[in-house]
């Protein structure tokens, strides 16, 4: 298409390459903290029941921090430089701006780090796998829920913060919504609730009740994740016209189809209690979550400006 | 109610002591600009940037224009546009515009940089310090105008420096310096402006009413541009934005949206826990739970 007049000023910037590195590094790092979340939210008001599947979601959590981190420093165009990052090269100072997404998230993965380490040596405590006795300490109840309530804080920051990241840019899609921020941080809560219950399902320690409310607490994440990508769209204005193409039918059938509509279908229908539903329905949330990021990076990062021609 | 942010971190650098400078910068008139790419080769030559793709050995030809460097990359920090107006054979115009980085007064890379390589200069100007970037990409999406990239060799985000080690010695930058025909010049920002603004009046009485200042405003976008131009037709065309803006514009409504979201999942998944811990234990208490 020639350039003309008129068009969006975020169609005359370049892509950042944030491609598949980035992409799972979203998923994955959204996943880790949806599952902080749950782990915090049944430290600080679940049963002993659910205490097996807040154990599992510790360790899934710190799982997912430490690929994470991998992944970024991997993605990075140096990465033995990635320490800059946190510390100033030239003064040894410490480097940090409040009002960079970057700069925050990286501070912040830090911090959400150290928490699912902390809850996870509590949930091993918990078990009786760790045999000196000041760490068997992080299982008890001051510790504990000093580490749930950090937990809470950082894995809900570390699922929405990358979608702001997206919006304080000048990408088209990306910084042409405020609703980015949100709209990741419901995905990431529904995907660790699926990516939870299929590693429940798959180690034989689903709970009935702890997954009625795993469930439960997904359906009410999905139904607020279908509105919150209806206003996105709405948001987006003109620029929505970008999706006109393959990706807006990925995003209509994966994305809203099949991660969300569907199971939201299953939950409904009171299939749930099988297990192949469970299954099925935390399946679909997981790849609608992935084709979410998909659709939402690879989209923007295909725009672009070469010579007088703009690429969508 | 504006939920813009103050401008943040774009004071300049400490200069050394006694060497305080006004802000210089570049003017270019795209309307005497004839196309020739002296620049993109005296930048390169200057600045040891590689040639595109292999080096040379094979040229990539756009297959569009006679223009075969097509953008400003990590290792192209001057690319002479060639915009080709032609409705019909015969009747037409091209117009060729030197593009660089605009130093804006507001840089929307420098103000997210994450690991402070980028910064401002003592002559206002915003460079990137190579040994501290590490290609986390960021200041690419940011900036407005599409000029930053990753220059394949260093792995790093680079750009145009505006010659800051020539200028440092008193030299005049290399691209304006190989201009032929004074399309690129180079100087205290003020008097620049003054001198576009002469001939923006100039033009406009010799007929060419369309002729106006891209970024000279320092009341406009972004405080306006260290680097700006002379245009005769729409930014657009040239490939440039209508409304540059700062990034961190969203920064407060998104960062709101998803702390509401955020108070609000916790709240749910409080209440839900909450709700089936009491249900539990009615259920349990009840006259017909008794044994």
Same mark, same amino acid.
């Given at each position: 298409?020639?350039?003309?007049?008129?068009?969006p000023s975020?169609?005359?910037t370049?892509p950042?390459?944030?491609?598949?590195?980035?992409?799972?590094?979203?998923?994955?790092?959204g996943?880790?903290g949806? $599952?902080?979340v749950?782990?915090?939210?049944?430290?600080?008001?679940g049963?002993?029941?659910?205490r097996? !599947?807040e #154990?599992?979601?510790?360790?899934?959590?710190?799982?997912?921090?430490?690929?994470?981190?991998? !992944?970024?420093?991997?993605?990075?165009g140096?990465?033995?430089r990635?320490?800059?990052?946190?510390?100033?090269n030239?003064?040894?100072?410490p480097m940090?701006?409040w009002?960079?997404?970057?700069?925050?998230?990286?501070?912040?993965l830090?911090?959400f780090?150290?928490?699912a380490l902390?809850a996870s040596?509590?949930?091993?405590a918990?078990?009786?796998?760790? #045999?000196?006795a000041p760490l068997?300490?992080?299982a008890? #109840?001051p510790? $504990?829920i000093?580490?749930a309530?950090?937990?809470?804080?950082?894995?809900?920051?570390?699922?929405?913060?990358?979608?702001?990241?997206?919006?304080?840019?000048?990408r088209?899609i990306?910084?042409d919504?405020? /609703?980015?921020?949100?709209?990741?941080?419901?995905?990431a809560?529904?995907?660790?609730?699926a990516?939870? @219950?299929?590693a429940?399902? /798959? #180690?034989?320690?689903e709970?009935p009740?702890?997954?009625?409310?795993?469930?439960?607490?997904?359906?009410i994440t999905?139904?607020l994740?279908?509105?919150v990508?209806?206003?996105? @769209?709405v948001?987006?204005?003109?620029?929505?016209?970008a999706?006109?193409?393959?990706?807006?039918v990925l995003? +209509?059938?994966?994305?809203?189809? !099949?991660?969300?509509?569907?199971p939201?279908?299953?939950?409904?229908?009171r299939?749930?209690?099988?297990a192949?539903?469970? +299954?099925?329905?935390?399946?679909c949330? @997981? +790849?609608?979550?992935?084709?979410l990021r998909?659709?939402?990076?690879?989209?923007?990062?295909q725009?672009?400006?070469?010579?007088t021609?703009?690429?969508? | 109610?504006?939920l813009?942010?103050?401008?943040?971190?774009q004071q300049?650098?400490?200069?050394?002591?006694?060497?305080?400078h006004?802000?210089?910068?570049?003017?270019?008139?795209?309307t005497?600009?004839?196309g020739?790419k002296?620049?993109?080769?005296?930048c390169k030559?200057?600045?040891?940037?590689p040639?595109?793709?292999d080096?040379?050995?094979h040229l990539?030809?756009s297959g569009?224009?006679?223009?075969?460097?097509?953008?400003?990359?990590g290792?192209?920090?001057?690319?002479?546009?060639?915009i *080709?107006?032609?409705?019909?054979?015969?009747q037409?115009?091209?117009?060729?515009m030197?593009?660089?980085?605009?130093?804006?007064?507001?840089?929307?890379?420098? *103000?997210?940089?994450?690991?402070?390589?980028?910064i401002?200069?003592?002559f206002d100007?915003?460079v990137i310090q190579?040994?501290?970037?590490n290609?986390?990409?960021?200041c690419?999406?940011?900036?407005?105008f599409?000029?930053?990239?990753?220059?394949h060799?260093?792995?790093?985000?680079?750009?145009?420096t505006?010659?800051?080690?020539?200028i440092?010695?008193?030299?005049?930058?290399?691209?304006?310096?190989?201009?032929?025909?004074?399309s690129?010049?180079?100087?205290?920002?003020?008097?620049?402006r003054?001198?576009?603004?002469?001939?923006? *009046?100039?033009?406009?009485?010799?007929?060419?009413?369309?002729?106006?200042l891209?970024?000279a405003?320092?009341?406009?976008?972004?405080?306006?541009?260290n680097?700006?131009?002379?245009?005769?037709?729409?930014p657009?065309?040239?490939?440039?934005?209508?409304?540059p803006?700062?990034?961190?514009?969203?920064?407060?409504?998104?960062?709101?949206?998803?702390?509401?979201?955020?108070?609000v999942?916790?709240?749910?998944?409080a209440?839900?826990?909450?709700?089936?811990?009491?249900?539990?234990?009615?259920e349990?208490?009840?006259?017909?739970?008794?044994p």
């Open positions: 298409m020639i350039i003309q007049a008129g068009m975020t169609y005359f370049e950042p390459h944030f491609r598949w590195l980035i992409i799972l590094y979203f998923f994955i790092g996943i880790s949806g $599952a902080l749950l782990a915090s939210l049944m430290r600080l008001f049963r002993a029941e659910d097996p !599947l #154990r599992l979601a510790s360790y899934l959590s710190l799982g997912g921090a430490v690929i994470s981190g991998i !992944l970024l420093i991997v993605d990075l140096v990465p033995l990635f320490w800059h990052m946190m510390i100033q030239h003064t040894g100072l940090f701006k009002w960079s997404p970057m700069s925050v998230g990286v501070w912040g830090l911090v780090g150290f928490f902390l040596l509590g949930a091993l918990a078990e009786g796998r760790l #045999r000196w068997r300490a992080l008890n #109840r510790i $504990a000093f580490g309530i950090g937990g809470l804080f950082g894995g809900l920051f570390l699922a929405g913060y990358t979608g702001v990241l997206l919006a304080v840019t000048n088209p990306w910084a919504s405020s /609703w980015l921020g949100l709209l990741f941080l419901l995905s809560v529904s995907t660790g609730v990516a939870l @219950l299929l429940g399902r /798959w #180690r034989r320690i709970q009740d702890t997954t009625a409310w795993l469930m439960r607490f997904d359906r999905l139904l994740e279908l509105v990508i209806l206003c996105f @769209l948001s987006l204005g003109g620029v929505a016209r999706f006109l193409n393959g990706w807006g995003l +209509v059938v994966g994305v809203i189809g !099949l991660g969300i509509l569907l939201l279908v299953i939950g409904w229908r299939l749930e209690h099988g192949r539903s469970v +299954v099925l329905a935390a399946g949330v @997981l +790849v609608g979550g992935f084709l998909v659709v939402v990076l690879l989209s923007s990062e725009i672009h400006v070469l010579g021609q703009v690429f969508r | 109610m504006s813009a942010l103050p401008i943040l971190q300049p650098v400490a200069a050394p002591a006694g060497k305080a006004e802000p210089m910068g570049f003017f270019t008139d795209t005497v600009c004839i020739c002296a620049c993109e080769v005296a030559e200057w600045n040891q940037l040639a595109r793709g080096g040379g050995a990539e030809m569009q224009s006679y223009d075969n460097t097509l953008r400003l990359s290792d192209t920090w001057r690319h002479v546009k060639f *080709e107006q032609f409705p019909e054979p015969y037409g115009r091209w117009l060729m030197s593009d660089v980085c605009k130093h804006c007064v507001q840089a929307p890379c420098l *103000e997210v940089c994450p690991t402070g390589a980028i401002r200069t003592e100007t915003v190579s040994d501290t970037c290609g986390c990409r960021d690419i999406g940011a900036c407005p599409g000029v930053i990239d990753i220059n060799v260093s792995g790093t985000a680079q750009k145009c505006l010659c800051y080690d020539r440092s010695a008193g030299l005049e930058p290399a691209c304006s310096k190989a201009c032929p025909t004074d690129i010049q180079f100087g205290p920002v003020q008097m620049l003054d001198r576009a603004a002469a001939r923006v *009046e100039q033009l406009h009485s010799l007929g060419e009413k369309g002729a106006y891209y970024g405003d320092p009341k406009g976008p972004l405080g306006g541009l680097a700006f131009f002379l245009l005769v037709d729409e657009e065309v040239y490939g440039l934005p209508r409304e803006k700062l990034p961190t514009r969203n920064l407060v409504r998104s960062t709101l949206l998803s702390t509401v979201g955020a108070i999942m916790a709240a749910v998944g209440l839900t826990l909450r709700a089936r811990r009491i249900t539990q234990v009615k349990t208490t009840s006259p017909e739970a008794a």
